[in-house]
């Protein structure tokens, strides 16, 4: 059997790469339609072999697609994707607009798959933050194992994860840096080539950011609402992959060897732990991939029953685009196929 599918902001990186995974994943497409604002209406996109022209978002019949992949920004969102779901089975939405909404469920399919239940209450499914939906795929297992109380975590977030026009203005950086020419900001509040900025989004009245807000909010909301979470996110010099410093409390003990044998039979992860030089995974060495890997396993001997991680992953593909496919792949799986069975 195969499926209508549109994506949605086929145009940004996030579009092209989910455009890239579902013909990489032979996902059972009758039929895909590249759609975007109207200025992009006619930009040409790849889906495996063929290409796509981009149609426009505000003309297009969405009756008679099965499921629609956006990859657009919040406010678009939350225009566009109420007004889809009414003609399509589901909509799954990359961005920050639905994550926290008590009726969408926010899924990692490799943690709690079976959320994806209650996808009809609005007909839509959110997708995490990448930097949640990494640690969530690493700290399942041994949440599972030993009950997670408290997570401090430091992430190293790449600037795809704002946009293709952040990437644009990173290496413009660093052009004019070795040329001498005049650093020009536009997207960062601080120069990011060559540099790292511990900010991400706005402040917030407590000193946090938002980003960092989302982090405790999302992982509450997909492992356990119980959990504590405190979150430092920085932005650094990387074109694509994020990073994490993991430190993670738990109820029960649990040592590195246990840690590293939980996590290497868990589904989407990869265990590179060798203390020697280089015995590690940076996210360089991720990008591409589509594995969530962990590094550094070591006991935390600051708390009774604590473990630190260093979690990598490439942000465009299971931060957001591989993890919304297989969101797709997990809902015909668990519904569509029945329902037409």
Same mark, same amino acid.
């Given at each position: 059997?195969?499926?209508?599918?549109?994506?949605?902001?086929?145009?940004?990186?996030?579009?092209?790469?989910?455009?890239?995974?579902?013909?990489?994943?032979?996902?059972?497409?009758?039929?895909?339609?590249?759609?975007?604002?109207?200025?992009?209406?006619?930009?040409?996109?790849?889906?495996?072999?063929?290409?796509?022209?981009?149609?426009?978002?505000?003309?297009?019949?969405? =009756?008679?697609?099965?499921?629609?992949?956006?990859?657009?920004?919040?406010?678009?969102?939350?225009?566009?994707?109420?007004?889809?779901?009414?003609?399509?089975?589901?909509?799954?939405?990359?961005?920050? !607009?639905?994550?926290?909404?008590?009726?969408?469920?926010?899924?990692?399919?490799?943690?709690?798959?079976?959320?994806?239940?209650?996808?009809?209450?609005?007909?839509?499914?959110?997708?995490?933050?990448?930097?949640? !939906?990494?640690?969530?795929?690493?700290? =399942?297992?041994?949440?599972?194992?030993?009950?997670?109380?408290?997570?401090?975590?430091?992430?190293?977030?790449?600037?795809?994860?704002?946009? =293709?026009?952040?990437? /644009?203005?990173?290496?413009?950086?660093?052009?004019?840096?070795?040329?001498? /020419?005049?650093?020009?900001?536009?997207?960062?509040?601080?120069?990011?080539?060559?540099?790292?900025?511990?900010?991400?989004?706005?402040?917030?009245?407590?000193?946090?950011?938002?980003?960092?807000?989302?982090?405790?909010?999302?992982?509450?909301?997909?492992? /356990?609402?119980?959990?504590?979470?405190?979150?430092?996110?920085?932005?650094?010099?990387?074109?694509?992959?994020?990073?994490?410093?993991?430190?993670?409390?738990?109820?029960?003990?649990?040592?590195?060897?246990?840690?590293?044998? #939980?996590?290497?039979?868990?589904?989407?992860? #990869?265990?590179?732990? =060798?203390?020697?030089?280089?015995?590690?995974?940076?996210?360089?060495?991720?990008?591409?991939?589509?594995?969530?890997?962990?590094?550094?396993?070591?006991?935390?001997?600051?708390?009774?029953?604590?473990?630190?991680?260093?979690?990598?992953?490439?942000?465009?593909?299971?931060? !957001?685009?591989?993890?919304?496919?297989?969101?797709?792949?997990?809902?015909?799986?668990?519904?569509?196929?029945?329902? #037409?069975?």
């Amino acid at each position: 059997m195969s499926w209508k599918i549109a994506v949605v902001g086929a145009t940004g990186a996030v579009g092209q790469e989910i455009l890239n995974i579902l013909a990489e994943r032979e996902f059972p497409i009758a039929e895909v339609a590249a759609l975007a604002s109207r200025k992009s209406m006619g930009v040409e996109v790849s889906y495996g072999d063929d290409i796509l022209k981009c149609r426009d978002l505000a003309q297009f019949d969405f =009756k008679g697609t099965d499921i629609v992949l956006m990859a657009v920004d919040a406010r678009t969102a939350q225009e566009w994707a109420p007004k889809i779901a009414r003609d399509v089975a589901a909509v799954i939405d990359n961005s920050p !607009a639905f994550r926290m909404d008590p009726q969408v469920p926010l899924v990692v399919p490799e943690v709690n798959a079976q959320t994806i239940d209650r996808y009809a209450r609005k007909g839509i499914i959110a997708n995490p933050n990448p930097a949640v !939906a990494q640690r969530m795929v690493a700290l =399942k297992p041994l949440h599972d194992a030993a009950k997670i109380t408290r997570i401090v975590a430091a992430t190293y977030q790449s600037v795809s994860d704002a946009g =293709k026009d952040a990437m /644009d203005e990173l290496f413009a950086q660093t052009r004019s840096i070795f040329v001498g /020419d005049p650093i020009e900001r536009k997207h960062f509040p601080k120069q990011v080539a060559f540099n790292v900025i511990p900010q991400i989004d706005d402040f917030l009245e407590d000193g946090s950011t938002r980003e960092e807000q989302r982090q405790a909010q999302e992982t509450r909301k997909i492992l /356990d609402p119980d959990v504590k979470v405190q979150a430092t996110c920085v932005r650094v010099p990387v074109f694509v992959g994020h990073s994490e410093a993991c430190t993670v409390e738990f109820e029960r003990p649990l040592t590195p060897a246990q840690a590293r044998a #939980l996590l290497r039979e868990a589904p989407g992860l #990869l265990v590179v732990d =060798k203390h020697e030089d280089g015995g590690y995974v940076t996210p360089a060495e991720a990008v591409g991939d589509f594995a969530t890997y962990v590094s550094r396993i070591r006991k935390d001997p600051t708390v009774e029953n604590g473990l630190s991680l260093w979690i990598v992953s490439d942000n465009l593909r299971k931060g !957001a685009a591989l993890n919304a496919v297989q969101i797709a792949e997990t809902l015909i799986n668990r519904h569509l196929q029945k329902k #037409l069975a």
